[in-house]
C-alpha cells in the first residue's frame, strides 16, 4: 500500500512538475531566441546554425529552471490532493506527514543527483559548443575574440595574437598574457610573455615578462620588468576577454584554479563558480523541502493563484540572496564555499524548521 501512495503523491508532483518545466523553460528559450536572433540575422546566418545554437542553450535553461519548477510543482501538487481531501483522508488512515512527504524528497533527491551529472560535464559542453557557433558567425572580422575552454584570443593588427589565461576588463588588467608576432613566413619572429597587462595613461604596459626572439644567431632570451604593449585598443573596445567558467566542465575548471593558483593569478571568481557547480544543484532538494509546508496549509487558506505567487516570492528572496552571496564570494568578502552554501544551508534550515512545525 505505501508504494502505491508513494507513486500517487510523487506522480501528481511530477506532472504539475511536467507542465511547470514546460512553462517557464518555454518562456526563457522564447527571450533567448528572440534576443539572440537578431545576431544571427545580422550576419546572414543559415536558419539551420541558428537552430543548433538555440537547441544547444536548452539544457543550460532546464539546469537553471528545474529547481524552482520543483518548488512550484511540490505546492501545487500537494494543494491539489489537499483540495480534494486526499491529505486528510490519509492523516486518518493513520499515514503521517512524514511518509507524505517522503516520495516527494525523493523526487527532489533524484533530480538533485541528475543537476550534479548534467552540472559537472553534459551543460558546459553543450554552452561551449553555443558559443563556438555564435563566434563563428559573428567574429570574422580581425578583432574577434575566441574562448577556447580555459584560453582566451584575439588578434589586434595584423599577424599579432594575444593569448590570456583571465582579465577584469573593468579594471583594466589581464593576467597570464602571451604575444605572438608572426614573421609572415608561417613562422613567430617574436614571442612575448607577462605575468600581467595593466591599462593606465590610455596604453596597455606588459609587467614581469620575458621575450623570445627569432635571430639570425637563433633564439635570443630577454627579461624585462615593464615594457608598452603592441595591444593599441582600449579594454571597452575588446570585447568579452575572459574564460567563461560555464563554458569548463567541472575537471577543467578545477584545473583551471589550480593552475591560476599556482601561477600567482586572481582565482577566486572561479573558486566561487567551482563551489556553486557543487551547491547549486541541491537547490532542487531544497525548494522541495521548503515546497512541502506550504503545500500542506488546509485548502481553504489559500487558491491556487496564491499558490503560484507564494512560490514567485520564494524564488525571488532566494536567488537575490543567491546572487548577493556570490558576489561577496567574487569579491573576497565571503570565503567561496560559504558564498556558494550559505543560501541553500539557510534555506534548507528554514523548510526544515517550518515543516517540523506542521508536523506538530
Same mark, same amino acid.
Given at each position: 500500500?505505501?508504494? *502505491?501512495? +508513494? ?9 504539475? =512538475? &511536467?507542465?511547470?518545466? $514546460?512553462?517557464? !523553460?518555454? %518562456? ?71 511518509? *507524505?512527504? +517522503? ?9 538533485? =543527483? &541528475?543537476?550534479?551529472? $548534467?552540472?559537472? !560535464?553534459? %551543460? ?237
Amino acid at each position: 500500500m505505501m508504494g *502505491v501512495l +508513494m507513486r500517487y503523491v510523487a506522480g501528481e508532483q511530477v506532472r504539475v =512538475l &511536467l507542465l511547470t518545466v $514546460a512553462a517557464l !523553460g518555454g %518562456v526563457d528559450f522564447t527571450i533567448s531566441a528572440l534576443d539572440k536572433m537578431r545576431g544571427f540575422t545580422g550576419h546572414d546566418a543559415a536558419a539551420g546554425t541558428m537552430l543548433q545554437y538555440l537547441l544547444l542553450g536548452i539544457p543550460k535553461i532546464l539546469y537553471e529552471v528545474l529547481p524552482f519548477s520543483l518548488l512550484i510543482a511540490t505546492v501545487l501538487g500537494l494543494g491539489m490532493l489537499s483540495g480534494r481531501s486526499e491529505i486528510t483522508a490519509m492523516r486518518a488512515a493513520g499515514i503521517g506527514l512524514t511518509r *507524505v512527504a +517522503m516520495p516527494l524528497l525523493l523526487v527532489g533527491g533524484l533530480f538533485t =543527483l &541528475l543537476m550534479l551529472w $548534467a552540472g559537472m !560535464g553534459f %551543460v558546459p559542453q553543450a554552452n561551449a559548443t553555443g558559443q563556438r557557433i555564435m563566434a563563428a558567425v559573428k567574429h570574422g572580422d580581425s578583432g574577434a575574440v575566441l574562448n577556447q575552454g580555459d584560453q582566451v584570443w584575439f588578434r589586434s593588427g595584423e599577424g599579432v595574437f594575444f593569448g590570456i589565461q583571465s582579465a577584469d576588463v573593468v579594471e583594466g588588467i589581464m593576467w597570464g598574457v602571451r604575444i605572438m608576432e608572426l614573421d609572415g613566413k608561417g613562422g613567430v619572429s617574436r614571442l612575448i610573455t607577462a605575468r600581467r597587462m595593466v591599462w593606465d595613461n590610455n596604453r596597455w604596459t606588459l609587467e614581469d615578462g620575458r621575450v623570445v626572439r627569432d635571430t639570425a644567431d637563433g633564439l635570443r632570451l630577454t627579461t624585462f620588468e615593464t615594457r608598452l604593449s603592441p595591444l593599441d585598443r582600449p579594454p571597452h573596445l575588446l570585447g568579452d576577454v575572459a574564460v567563461h567558467p560555464d563554458n569548463l566542465t567541472s575537471e577543467r575548471l578545477a584545473r583551471y584554479v589550480a593552475r591560476l593558483t599556482q601561477d600567482g593569478y586572481n582565482a577566486t571568481p572561479y573558486r566561487v563558480d567551482l563551489a556553486a557547480r557543487g551547491a547549486f544543484p541541491f537547490v532542487a532538494l531544497v525548494m522541495v523541502l521548503v515546497a512541502i509546508p506550504f503545500g500542506l496549509t488546509p485548502p481553504r487558506s489559500h487558491g491556487l493563484a496564491r499558490g503560484i505567487g507564494i512560490c514567485l516570492l520564494i524564488a525571488l528572496v532566494f536567488w537575490l540572496f543567491y546572487s548577493m552571496s556570490l558576489a561577496l564570494g567574487r569579491t573576497g568578502v565571503l570565503a567561496p564555499a560559504l558564498s556558494a552554501w550559505l543560501p541553500v544551508a539557510v534555506f534548507a534550515a528554514l523548510g526544515a524548521y517550518r515543516l517540523l512545525g506542521v508536523r506538530g
